[in-house]
């Protein structure tokens, strides 16, 4: 099974950074797409974006510009670094990959 483990989420304010990374454990199929999702409190998780195995990225309309998608295949580890930081991107914050999800890493974003 593949285990996937969010970490560097926390508190930051309005117009702060953060860099959320993803560990994967398992076999990861290069095949693959990994993603980022995320869930607000009494919202449907939602699509934040997305990098193939060779790199090609994607992202939603409300983070693009401001978040980049990044992939470290030969340290099985995704990451999303976050700038200018805004109220509404305060959710919990999932990477996954092939039917598996990680369970997920808080960001909040408030003065």
């Known amino acids: 099974q593949v285990q996937l483990v969010e970490s560097g989420g926390g508190l930051v304010q309005p117009g702060g950074s953060l860099r959320l990374s993803c560990a994967a454990s398992?076999?990861?199929?290069?095949?693959?797409?990994m993603y980022w999702y995320r869930q607000a409190p009494g919202k449907q998780r939602e699509y934040v974006a997305q990098?193939?195995?060779?790199?090609?990225?994607h992202y939603a309309d409300s983070v693009k510009g401001r978040f980049t998608i990044s992939r470290d295949n030969a340290k099985n580890t995704l990451y999303l670094q976050m700038n200018s930081l805004k109220p509404e991107d305060t959710a919990v914050y999932y990477c996954?990959?092939?039917?598996?999800w990680g369970k997920g890493t808080l960001v909040t974003v408030s003065s």
């Open positions: 996954y990959h092939n039917t598996y």
């Open positions: 398992g076999r990861i199929l290069s095949t693959y797409a």
């Open positions: 990098i193939s195995s060779g790199g090609t990225t």
